[in-house]
């Protein structure tokens, strides 16, 4: 057994309690066989987001991309909704976020200001693992490599970074910045930034801010610590809200006042580069979107729509379908399989999910409704992830 010499014996017993601890989780993650790492059909998880105890629900994904319900987890934190959100609780993209490298389930906990995560495997998670955000009222987390940043959308607003060590996030020092944006906490939904996410290299950090019309990025340094101030891009139309960094590395930014989708490139110092708009889609409240093989699929939450736009590699995205699916009502989040086959949608307002099988054309045909989830009140579900 590994001895501690230089502790006493209270640390002893805390240090092993913390790598028996590390164990299980490596254990748990570790895929049973080359069959379920590589064959398996995969998983969807729902963030709940309950103000009295926030939980995850996971289902099963059998191969024809229907999922069946498997089991509800606490993530040991508590859910939180902005002020004024009128179906969309924490008004934010990337809420829940499944890293496959690391076999993780990232999980925001805004109403107590902490950020969970549970070891993976299939539809089943370990033991979740709640450290603090780094500020007030966490909306929405990016992975990269070892790196993740936490969007903190209260107050004047933040960003944090950690890195996963031996399955959990561990802080980086001296990492947290503040967005400068005057809010309140919580926030206001429409005032308040929207989603934190990495460039394709990762060394860009990018947040989009809605009413503010800026979009923000951060260069990282070889640390994975932001630079000390960010470089404001004005957006090209009104209240960026989500975005996809796309197969070719181009930013495409959901516009919810306008329904379009804007193209940015990166360049070396972390600044964006508009590239263009796209023509609207003609929804209401355009505010979350996925790049699904080669398509780009955005929920129109106010009426019930999905839009569609092709991603070209040096140019503004292309509107191809106005209307490519009606949902139930309320749509937010979206996830795919890992395959690309299917496409699943949060319908807050119904408490469903909207399952479509997904052609390759990018034609979309829906397959299932899940129900049995918490439709929108005055709070409700936010956060979807697939593998």
């Known amino acids: 057994m590994r001895s501690y010499p230089s502790l006493s014996r209270g640390r002893r017993l805390a240090a092993l309690a913390g790598a028996a601890a590390a164990a299980a989780v490596l254990s748990f993650a570790a895929p049973a066989s080359a069959h379920e790492s590589h064959g398996s059909p995969g998983a969807v998880f729902v963030q709940l987001n309950g103000e009295t105890g926030n939980e995850i629900a996971a289902y099963s994904r059998a191969a024809d991309g229907t999922l069946t319900y498997d089991a509800t987890y606490p993530t040991g934190g508590l859910g939180g909704t902005q002020v004024g959100a009128p179906l969309d609780a924490l008004a934010s993209q990337g809420g829940l976020v499944l890293d496959q490298r690391h076999h993780l389930l990232l999980a925001v906990n805004a109403g107590s200001d902490s950020v969970t995560s549970f070891a993976v495997r ?142 940015y490139a990166v360049s070396r110092s972390g600044a964006l580069r508009l590239l263009g708009s796209s023509a609207s889609g003609g929804g209401a409240a355009l505010c979350w979107n996925i790049e699904v093989g080669g398509t780009l699929y955005g929920a129109n939450a106010g009426s019930a729509t999905l839009s569609a736009w ?62 049995g989830l918490p439709a929108f009140t005055t709070t409700g579900m936010e956060g979807i992830a697939a593998s």
């Open 122 to 263: 299939g539809a089943r998670l370990g033991p979740a693992t709640t450290v603090p955000s780094g500020g007030q009222f966490p909306s929405s987390v990016a992975v990269h490599g070892d790196l993740v940043y936490v969007l903190n959308a209260g107050g004047d607003g933040s960003i944090s970074g950690f890195t996963i060590r031996h399955g959990a996030l561990t802080p980086i020092p001296g990492s947290t910045r503040s967005l400068g944006l005057g809010g309140a906490n919580p926030p206001v939904f429409i005032d308040s930034p929207a989603q934190v996410g990495f460039s394709a290299d990762g060394r860009t950090l990018i947040v989009t801010t809605k009413s503010h019309n800026e979009l923000l990025t951060f260069r990282l340094d070889r640390h994975g610590r932001p630079s000390a101030t960010p470089t404001s891009t004005a957006s090209a139309g009104a209240v960026p809200f989500s975005f996809v960094v796309d197969r070719h590395g181009l930013v495409q930014v959901t516009e919810a006042g306008t329904g379009a989708t804007s193209t």
């Open 310 to 371: 092709r991603a070209p590699a040096r140019h503004a995205a292309v509107l191809t379908q106005a209307v490519a699916a009606t949902t139930g009502a309320g749509p937010i989040d979206l996830a795919a399989s890992r395959d690309g086959r299917f496409l699943y949608v949060q319908e807050a307002v119904d408490g469903t999910l909207g399952v479509y099988a997904v052609a390759h054309d990018g034609a979309l045909s829906r397959i299932q409704t899940v129900t």
